[in-house]
């Protein structure tokens, strides 16, 4: 039989159990639907974290107050049980290999500016802090240039918070009202979005030594120190690690780590929860082939006359097993490219409404749908074929 016989046989046969069809459709594209869009949704997910953590580069270490004494997993993002200080802080800014030191303190406040207020996250920093984070000035100036433990009544502003308090009305020079404080703004930022859980428009950066007034603490969040050479990465961590356990009476309280290590730890978990989700989905694709099991040997039992009457005009066995296997092949084809351009079409739509996060689905992850779809229908469609195949033929046309 020529292939082009068979594939128009096929489809014939297709075409005469429309609702039997339908349902093996249905289901393979709901499979593949399944596995290209969780993949796509966790892919996602994983380049914003990473995007989220990229910012910084790889020549930052950052210092937090507290101490993961196990080995492996992630380090605390918050918190110790004892503080980091500026002393800390400028102790290790005169280490070698340092460019600069950026210590932080954050905390939220409501920022009032006649008869307008905003609650706003407020990050006391110094002109390092722009620096490692890439922040742009849009208007003005940034903070200025003083000894990290001297405050001033000085602010700049993200763009979002500008506009909520002051809308179309310029605001450098403006004095804005904070939990009993004040300060006068000498910049506004461009337009930098969100890195590290931090919403640069809608912040308001102090001198840090401000910021240590207005909340009434002596810790910091964080320091981050910018390091000369990246060959020297590994040699200051350790230097900074000893300073720190002198200044803190032989106790090593603090954890230092690079982003090379966060995004390393990050991207690991989170392949592995891509991986996880795209087998979840695969468990639909195994559903899938068992339908095409079933409805295929239903298919067998309906069609024993037809069998019978193949061969005998002469068909094969072979030919037999042939063209009821690649009837399940050409529905799990149509099914999976189906589920591949539905989940291609929520993937498009998802990144209209969150332009934020970049849903898209790996090509391997398609390309391993489309194989494994494929794959389920050779399977499970060979015993009903094999089965179909081995009829006698006088028996099926009786």
């Not at 937090?64 to 196990?70: A, C, I, V």
């Not at 991986?275 to 298919?299: K, P, Q």
């Amino acid at each position: 039989m020529r292939l082009q016989d068979q594939l128009l046989f096929n489809l014939r046969s297709l075409s005469r159990q429309r609702f039997r069809t339908l349902m093996q459709l249905i289901a393979m594209a709901i499979g593949v639907f399944s596995v290209v869009l969780l993949t796509g949704l966790g892919e996602g997910g994983r380049q914003f974290v990473m995007a989220e953590f990229s910012v910084l580069g790889k020549d930052i270490l950052i210092i937090l107050p507290g101490r993961k004494e196990t080995s492996g997993g992630m380090p605390p993002l918050t918190g110790g049980t004892r503080d980091i200080t500026l002393q800390d802080a400028q102790a290790l800014s005169r280490l070698r290999n340092v460019d600069g030191i950026a210590p932080l303190v954050v905390g939220k406040a409501e920022v009032n500016f006649s008869g307008r207020s905003k609650e706003s996250l407020i990050i006391g920093a110094n002109p390092e802090f722009f620096i490692m984070r890439h922040l742009r000035i849009q208007q003005g100036q940034g903070l200025l240039q003083i000894e990290i433990d001297q405050a001033r009544p000085v602010c700049v502003i993200g763009p979002e918070l500008k506009k909520e308090l002051f809308a179309a009305q310029p605001a450098l020079g403006k004095w804005l009202k904070m939990a009993g404080s004040r300060c006068r703004i000498v910049g506004i930022l461009a337009n930098s979005g969100t890195g590290l859980g931090f919403d640069m428009n809608n912040a308001l950066i102090i001198p840090v030594a401000s910021s240590m007034q207005l909340f009434d603490t002596q810790g910091l969040f964080r320091v981050m120190i910018d390091v000369h050479s990246l060959a020297g990465m590994n040699k200051l961590s350790k230097e900074v690690e000893r300073v720190m356990q002198e200044r803190h009476e032989g106790e090593l309280d603090v954890t230092v780590i690079t982003p090379a290590s966060l995004l390393s730890a990050f991207d690991d978990i989170l392949a592995v929860l891509t991986v996880a989700i795209s087998a979840i989905g695969g468990i639909s694709l195994f559903v899938a082939g068992v339908l095409i099991m079933n409805m295929t040997l239903i298919s067998v039992s309906q069609r024993t006359a037809e069998i019978g009457l193949l061969k005998a005009l002469g068909a094969s066995s072979r030919q037999v097993r042939i063209l009821f296997v690649s009837e399940a092949l050409i529905l799990c084809l149509a099914g999976a490219v189906l589920g591949i351009l539905s989940a291609e079409v929520l993937l498009w739509l998802a990144r209209q409404q969150f332009s934020d996060l970049l849903f898209i689905a790996p090509w391997w992850a398609s390309a391993l749908a489309l194989i494994v779809a494929l794959t389920c229908g050779l399977v499970f469609a060979w015993l009903p074929a094999r089965r179909a195949a081995n009829l006698p033929p006088v028996e099926a046309l009786r």
